[in-house]
């Protein structure tokens, strides 16, 4: 891989590596090359081809090609820094039991406003990487005019909207209740007429045969994560959606029910929990239910047109952005690779990814982040969440080994510290260079068992 300045444009060349392009003709190249000019592909195809038009800026890599709250200004500037593309939107609820203070003295009108607000200062910033949204948390906690005044606003502005859909029964149920109709929440957006193809609805767990019918006439694209759904929500009819001609992408929920936060691992257990709810659902196995390569096209084609911006993202093809994951398959997860789409699916995990381009710029490289200090960032993180449970009043259970406690209740808590020996009163536990030495003395002999911390 080398870049180059030619007549004061970037131009990088990738080549001998394998690309999967996920565009229309799902063409992959086995020894391929491709060529970025800025921020956009300007050439891809094989190798030899690629070499013999832009030999003057070429080296080698491989690689496997993939497209890929509340403060929504610090979320922007954060993007803005790491070079990363996003859709921002604000949780917005304006009805509800249980609301923050904060949020409880907020109108209807203040709710749309801060997000028109966020529109008029961030849409289309950080070189048109940032779009803003609209967003409604979820329909127990709007009310009619919030969701319909939203509507219109995202129909004026041309953007999209964010909202939490059919999560659980219970929001089904007071829905029902409340709105007297005969099934949950699609049912009742499609009859205030909020459903439309600008709708990103995240889950859609709890949804019928008529319900699916209804978002995929209005265009309705959905979100399934899987991850969060297994721990808490329940299974989503993806096949169905699919069958019905809905878009379906693959998201990682927020962290309180996923943790790990890797789309990544979402692919893999989007495979998992579908094959699953197959012989839940019909009383036999099917290994073939969403195949690896309907499941890399969700997060991949499906992605971008989830966030309406399909026609520049979700895959490789000449005239669309320069989005693109460089995977090495030469390590123990992947090793071997029969066939790569199966093993990005199945195989792949998160160290297999070395390097992100977004727009044409390196973002990641070999596994190094560019444009921050990720050990600062790391370090700040720790410090604003033990804020935050001070804050909260939130105090987490002692899970400490009762064992090493009862030794040394107050050697192990400093596990960590710069000092390079911490002994314990007791003189049976040593802390050494992050280690744990447990020394236990019988009548016969001495045993020295270590720990890690």
Request: charged share 20%; glycine share 6%.
């Amino acid at each position: 891989m080398l870049e180059r300045e030619k007549d004061r444009k970037m131009v990088t060349v990738l080549h001998g590596c394998v690309i999967i392009t996920m565009d229309g003709e799902q063409r992959v190249f086995r020894n391929g090359g491709i060529v970025i000019e800025q921020d956009k592909i300007k050439a891809i195809g094989q190798s030899v081809h690629i070499l013999a038009e832009f030999s003057h800026v070429a080296d080698h890599v491989t690689c496997f090609a993939e497209a890929g709250g509340q403060h929504v200004s610090g979320m922007a500037r954060a993007v803005h820094l790491l070079g990363l593309r996003a859709c921002l939107t604000q949780s917005t609820m304006d009805s509800g039991h249980g609301l923050p203070s904060s949020w409880a003295t907020r109108t209807t009108h203040d709710c749309l406003q801060s997000q028109k607000d966020n529109y008029e200062k961030h849409h289309n910033t950080a070189q048109g990487r940032i779009r803003i949204w609209f967003g409604i948390r979820q329909i127990m906690n709007s009310t009619d005019r919030l969701l319909l005044d939203t509507r219109d606003a995202a129909r004026q502005l041309k953007t999209g909207i964010h909202m939490h859909v059919a999560e659980i029964p219970y929001e089904n149920q007071v829905v029902m209740d409340v709105h007297k109709i005969n099934h949950g929440t699609v049912t009742y957006l499609e009859k205030i007429d909020f459903l439309q193809n600008n709708l990103l609805a995240a889950h859609s767990v709890w949804v019928d045969n008529n319900e699916i019918s209804l978002l995929s006439r209005a265009g309705v694209k959905v979100s399934h994560c899987p991850a969060a759904a297994m721990r808490m929500l329940g299974f989503a009819p993806v096949r169905e959606m699919l069958d019905a001609g809905i878009c379906v992408s693959i998201g990682t929920d927020g962290a309180p029910s996923n943790n790990r936060m890797s789309i990544v691992d979402e692919m893999y257990l989007t495979s998992l929990i579908n094959k699953g709810r197959e012989v839940y659902a019909n009383g036999t196995t099917d290994p073939t239910a969403l195949p690896a390569e309907t499941i890399l096209r969700m997060v991949t084609v499906n992605g971008a047109k989830s966030v309406l911006w399909d026609d520049e993202l979700g895959s490789l093809e000449v005239g669309k952005k320069a989005d693109i994951v460089v995977i090495n398959p030469s390590s123990w997860p992947m090793v071997p690779v029969h066939d790569c789409i199966s093993s990005i699916v199945y195989c792949m995990r998160t160290e297999n990814v070395v390097s992100v381009m977004c727009n044409g710029l390196w973002i990641m490289k070999d596994k190094k982040i560019i444009n921050v200090d990720e050990e600062e960032v790391i370090l700040k993180a720790k410090q604003a969440s033990v804020e935050l449970l001070k804050r909260a009043g939130i105090k987490l259970p002692t899970r400490m080994n009762p064992f090493l406690m009862d030794l040394c209740p107050r050697g192990v808590g400093r596990l960590f510290d710069a000092e390079p020996l911490t002994s314990c009163k007791r003189k049976r536990v040593a802390v050494l260079h992050g280690h744990i030495h447990v020394v236990a003395l019988d009548d016969a002999t001495a045993t020295n068992h270590e720990a890690r911390g």
